[in-house]
């Protein structure tokens, strides 16, 4: 297949991904806008209006904020391929006269910082104009930047020696190098998970144990109830950066921490929290944890096949404004198509997730927490602004979790 091809079979995918996404957000939008003079009979005296209007008007803002960003990022990604840049940044890169992997990682970091400055603004105007609006945002301009420096270094130090250890086994590994690269890729993001808690986490947040009183000692007995090991139960400052709360569990294996969002103790009652606690329990009961792990490993090893295929055909490269096959430009070139390519696939992940989303809390509706998981789910979509009112087709491609509605009525059947 020569480069002409190879661009135009890229487009097609391209322009099929942009337009089946901006035609869903589209219908979207319209569905918001066709429903929300009234609130919808689902939750007809479970809703206040006047929230019912907010949120409709938030994620009016939200969905054609997203469909504008989204246009600007795929012209990007066009400008760079077809103006050659990538090839002359990589000219650059190696001209550097480093040794050729540094000069790769180095080439990968300028395309992501390309990326980082574009999508800067549209970040800036999402925390500090949107959300700002509706009482979300909690982030000061510098409290903004530090996490920026915080991100970008971390993301350098995580990366580049992941990036050097891929090279060296492109290199010296010989034909099954793919499979090598991917136990190691496994295994780094394994210990990385293993790290996050304890030292990626608290870069970024402070966390506090919950302390003693009568809410930790009802997670203790319902953990116990549930035969769930705990490793300390911990309250994070979400509120420094949001309104928006949340809570979740780290480490791999039988032992988990809990970790409480300050906002969600604030806004839900000690009974709420404990059913949302007994809905996250439930994922871990029925092993969804370990089957989004496994589905992901199987992912990068099916990436990996793919480099190992690519990564010495000089006609993609020129597809993609490269001047030479490199290690550093598979990587780039398959970052670009990796949305084109699999989109289709989306709906795939995201039903499975939403059975996952359904069995937990069918979990937590028979350990006698239907009640209060209907009332923590109603307070916090009313609290986050969900949209009552998604297109089928949109939360059937995107939603991970199953919509409010549509949850309220399984957990009441459950019950
Ligand atoms: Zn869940």
Redesign the pocket.
């Known amino acids: 297949m020569n480069a002409e091809t190879i661009r135009l079979i890229y487009l097609i995918f391209f322009f099929l991904e942009l337009g089946w996404g901006t035609a869903l957000s589209l219908l979207n939008i319209r569905r918001i806008r066709k429903n929300r003079e009234k609130v919808p009979d689902a939750f007809a005296g479970l809703v206040e209006e006047q929230t019912y209007a907010r949120a409709a008007s938030y994620n009016l803002e939200r969905g054609r904020f997203s469909v504008i960003s989204d246009i600007f990022s795929s012209l990007v990604v066009l400008a760079l391929i077809f103006s050659g840049t990538l090839g002359l940044l990589d000219a650059l890169c190696r001209d550097t006269g480093l040794h050729p992997y540094f000069a790769g990682i180095l080439f990968i970091f300028a395309v992501s910082l390309i990326f980082y400055f574009f999508s800067l603004p549209f970040s800036l105007y999402s925390h500090f104009a949107i959300e700002q609006r509706y009482g979300f945002n909690k982030m000061t301009p510098s409290l903004f930047v530090r996490d920026a420096v915080k991100g970008l270094a971390l993301s350098g130090l995580v990366c580049a020696p992941l990036l050097l250890v891929l090279f060296w086994f492109m290199d010296t590994a010989g034909n099954l190098w793919w499979i090598i690269a991917f136990a190691f890729t496994a295994a780094f993001q394994l210990f990385l998970s293993l790290l996050y808690p304890l030292v990626i986490a608290p870069l970024f947040n402070k966390f506090t144990p919950l302390e003693e009183g009568s809410l930790k000692e009802k997670i203790s007995a319902l953990a116990e109830k549930l035969s769930f090991g705990v490793n300390g139960i911990f309250v994070m400052d979400g509120s420094r950066r949001s309104h928006h709360s949340n809570a979740y569990f780290t480490g791999l294996g039988r032992v988990k921490r809990i970790v409480l969002f300050d906002t969600l103790l604030t806004s839900l009652s000690e009974g709420e929290i404990l059913a949302v606690l007994a809905?996250?329990i439930g994922?871990e009961k029925k092993k969804h944890i370990y089957r989004r792990l496994a589905a992901s490993f199987l992912m990068l090893l099916a990436a990996f096949f793919i480099v190992n295929l690519l990564y010495r055909r000089e006609p993609l490269f020129a597809a993609f404004g490269f001047s030479a096959v490199s290690y550093q430009g598979i990587f780039v070139i398959l970052s670009f198509c990796s949305g084109p390519f699999t989109f289709f696939l989306t709906p795939l992940f995201t039903s499975v997730s939403r059975r996952h989303?359904y069995e937990?809390d069918r979990y937590a509706a028979r350990a006698g927490f239907a009640r209060e998981l209907e009332g923590a789910l109603l307070r916090l979509g009313k609290d986050n602004l969900t949209n009552l009112t998604p297109h089928p087709l949109y939360s059937f491609y995107h939603y991970s979790?199953p919509t409010l509605a549509e949850r309220i009525a399984a957990i009441r059947k459950a019950a």
Do not use: S
């Open positions: 809905h996250e994922h989303e937990a979790h």
